[in-house]
């Protein structure tokens, strides 16, 4: 029984910072992002005839949120350790599956939100660590240019306590400013945003949120808070709502700075993800091609901001079905980020698996498996063997291997990735019901239909659970599903 293609868009229910470049359903004859890869300042972050459905690859969603570090120093600074990093992660994430147990349903979504960006924190704490610390250090450096207006007092204990790494201490004498400050409008509103860092830093979303937009209401065109109010509500899944305090802050740095400066093109940037996470991909790609053009003229050719540009205007360009212009886009992100880290770095990996993505589109899987086992070499040195990025591209791999026919190599590859992908998450995940879909397809063109069966039963309870019964890949597995019991059925007869 042949299997045909039709694109369901899947990783679009993910947060643009999660789209790990994994699994695009397809449908017929015989199926996107942004944790994201590298630091945070690339969160900016895929029938019928009868037959089955198939999962494929998807692409590596990267786009860059605004920082204006990006080169952090490997060192242990301001009073936190990675280890202590790590012991805040794990103890919220122990508060959040607590509380999941007890949550009603309208309060689940934010704590799965907030459960799902521990886990991509854990999953390279390194590179996690390093972004907070990067971020912390502007921060300190920013608040230290405030001397003068605010007390000196509280405002040198909080910058001591945020270097310490206090960061309790540092929200009660940001507080402290807040109650004391009537009358300094500026002061307040400074207080309030340092505040809400400091909830979003220990993943208290509702709480940094309320923060944020205080300091806007007290601040309306200071940009800086209309921008992290708009990407955290990105990451909450409000979108139109993070467009809104996006397109805010970019007319405000646009009046401040006029076009040509880095801060514009870091909020087009965002822009650009923020209607890419809409699927608006026609209007991604124009602020994206705006930012482009403005850090060509900043940075010049071989630059890491210019290439993370490059590759979100790759991958908008795939989500399009272009497929020829996103591997040229790809092709100058990968040639810049081989120069400026070396072949070995995540970065280079996600620019391989996103070529081999666009090619793979074209149906060119020998050239895309060049590149996916490339990228499966780099994860390796990177992470070892039980990461998610790891489990990306073997799923990748066996997806393509699966496409030119061979599937029990397609399988020696699919079963592994599954494998990590249980260690990381657990049972029910939609990654691992893809990847387990997948291995029922491999398992049906071999006409073992019972492991076949069985794989799409999983795969289907997973997606009935966090999709419902209506989304489209629910259907699709449960279309294939019924082929494979029904050629299951129509084998025993004969």
Known sequence: MQIGHKLLEWWKSFRRGEKIALLTLLVGSIGVLGTWLGNQGDTINPSTNGGTANVQTGIDDI???????????????????????????????VEIRADLEQAHAADRQLLEIELRDIEQRLQDTQASYEAHIADLKERIAQLEQLRGEFPDGLLNQAIEALQQGEADKADRLFQQIE??????????????????????????????????????????????????????????????????????????????????????????????????????????????????????????????????????????????GEYCKAIAYYELALASDLKTYGKNHPHVARARNNLGAALHSLGEYREAIEFYELALASDL???????????????????????????PKAIEYYEPALASFVKTYGEDHPHIATTRNNLGLAWYSLNEYRKAVEYFEQALATFEKFLGKDHPNTRTVRTNLDAAQTASNQSQQD
Do not use: C, M
Not at 64 to 76: E, G, M
């Open 179 to 320: 109650d004391e400050g009537e009358g300094h409008i500026k002061q307040i509103a400074e207080a309030a945003f340092q505040r809400g860092k400091i909830a979003q830093d220990a993943i208290r979303y509702a709480d940094a949120l309320e923060h944020y937009e205080k300091a806007v209401r007290l601040q309306q065109n200071n940009a800086l808070y209309l921008n992290e109010t708009g990407l955290l509500h990105l990451t909450l899944a409000n979108n139109q709502k993070a467009i809104e305090y996006l397109e805010l802050a970019l007319a405000s740095v646009l009046k401040t700075y006029g076009e040509n400066h880095p801060h514009v093109a870091i909020y087009r940037n965002n822009l650009g993800g923020a209607r890419d996470s809409l699927g608006e991909y026609r209007e991604a790609i124009e602020y994206y091609e705006l930012a482009l053009a403005s850090d060509l003229k900043t940075y010049g050719e071989n630059h890491p901001r210019v290439a993370t540009t490059r590759n979100n205007l790759g991958t908008a360009l795939h989500s399009l």
């Open 381 to 407: 040195n990177t992470y070892g063997e039980n990461h998610p990025h790891v489990a990306r591209a073997r799923n990748n791999l066996g997806e393509a291997w699966r496409q030119l026919g061979e599937y």
């Open 63 to 93: 786009h860059a949120s605004v920082t204006s570090n990006t080169h952090i120093q490997h060192q242990t600074i301001h009073g936190i350790t990675l280890e202590q990093y790590e012991q805040g992660l794990k103890r919220r994430e």
